[in-house]
Nanobody
């Protein structure tokens, strides 16, 4: 059973940066496409970014492209999300997810999810 644990969330001022991490265990990390999503209360879950098995392929939501960078470390089973130029609209709970298939914008059921880490951007 794959387990995902996010960390790195917190409170940051608008314009600032944060780096989120997602530690994976219980599976072969390099066999998974990894995803980041976010959700705020009362809103639907929103796709943020995804990265392919070896890190070569990446895809971003329009709302974060150019500001966020997704990356992975297959040696240490870690997924990252570097978030720059943060604004209040980035305030959300951020979740990592995993699937063995590439599902653009996560438009299919992803089997493995973390518990989330909260990001709050103050203006």
């Amino acid at each position: 059973q794959v387990q995902l644990v996010e960390s790195g969330g917190g409170l940051v001022q608008a314009g600032g940066s944060l780096r989120l991490s997602c530690a994976a265990s219980g599976g072969t990390f390099s066999s998974f496409v990894m995803y980041w999503f976010r959700q705020t209360p009362g809103k639907e879950r929103e796709f943020v970014a995804q990265i392919g098995w070896d890190g070569a392929a990446v895809y971003y939501a329009d709302s974060v492209r150019g500001r966020f960078t997704i990356s992975r470390d297959n040696t240490n089973n870690l997924l990252y999300l570097q978030m720059n130029s943060l604004n209040s609209e980035d305030t959300a709970d951020y979740y990592c997810a995993a699937s063995t298939v590439w599902a653009t914008e996560g438009q299919s059921k992803l089997p493995y999810w973390g518990q989330g880490t909260q990001v709050t951007v103050s203006s």
